[in-house]
T-cell receptor, first 112, second 115 residues
Framework: GQQLNQSPQSMFIQEGEDVSMNCTSS?????WLWYKQDPGEGPVLLIA?????ELTSNGRLTAQFGITRKDSFLNISASIPSDVGIYFC????????????FGTGTLLAVQP | DTGVSQDPRHKITKRGQNVTFRCDPI?????LYWYRQTLGQGPEFLTY????????KSRLLSDRFSAERPKGSFSTLEIQRTEQGDSAMYLC?????????????FGPGTRLTVT
């Protein structure tokens, strides 16, 4: 099935560092969502973006809806050990389809 | 609001057996989704319900798979004659009926292992 490209695939950082990851698509999306998934659990919604160029924050997390509508970015500031997990972007086309198209995921490891 | 719940959390079955999973969405959400996630991949869409109507199905949903939402509340996903390739995490998500929100909230998933 279709999956969006996420970069990087994995990141190993020190506690306190800032993190940036992105998600790209060959198609235009009307909505971008970012999720975090812990091992053996379902994805947890972090941020939803609805307009091109939109910048939205949730605590230490900030996400942006790319102006081309084909990409999105997630930044985490001052990382802490509980930020460890897999981060997924997901896009929604709008219109008749209701499904989310997910990215391949970015694995984040934070060393105390 | 207790969130989306799924049962069972884990299921081990032998090839050829039938399995059924249950999903209870967030109570006020009328839209329900099933996804499948294999190791190292993001979730992939299987099917979508609005109330009791199944409105969208993925090509991933072979004829061995069937999903129902008979009263517009909980949903079941059945896999008949399971194959080893069916081993995956099966995720359920729900969404409210607001027209301008596409935020889907996921349950903890059911991990299926076919031996």
């Amino acid at each position: 099935g279709q999956q969006l490209n996420q970069s990087p695939q994995s990141m190993f950082i020190q506690e306190g560092e800032d993190v940036s990851m992105n998600c790209t698509s060959s198609s235009i999306f009307n909505t971008w969502l970012w999720y975090k998934q812990d091992p053996g659990e379902g994805p947890v919604l972090l941020i939803a973006l609805y307009k091109a160029g939109e910048l939205t924050s949730n605590g230490r997390l900030t996400a942006q809806f790319g102006i081309t509508r084909k990409d999105s970015f997630l930044n985490i500031s001052a990382s802490i050990p509980s930020d460890v997990g897999i981060y997924f972007c997901a896009g929604h086309y709008g219109g008749a389809t209701n499904k989310l198209i997910f990215g391949t995921g970015t694995l984040l490891a934070v060393q105390p | 609001d207790t969130g989306v719940s799924q049962d069972p959390r884990h299921k081990i079955t032998k090839r050829g057996q039938n399995v059924t999973f249950r999903c209870d969405p967030i109570s006020e959400h009328n839209r329900l989704y099933w996804y499948r996630q294999t190791l190292g991949q993001g979730p992939e869409f299987l099917t979508y319900f609005q109330n009791e109507a199944q409105l969208e199905k993925s090509r991933l949903l072979s004829d061995r798979f069937s999903a129902e939402r008979p009263k517009g509340s909980f949903s079941t996903l059945e896999i008949q004659r399971t194959e080893q390739g069916d081993s995956a995490m099966y995720l359920c998500a729900s969404r409210s009926q607001g027209p301008l929100t596409y935020e889907q909230y996921f349950g903890p998933g059911t991990r299926l292992t076919v031996t």
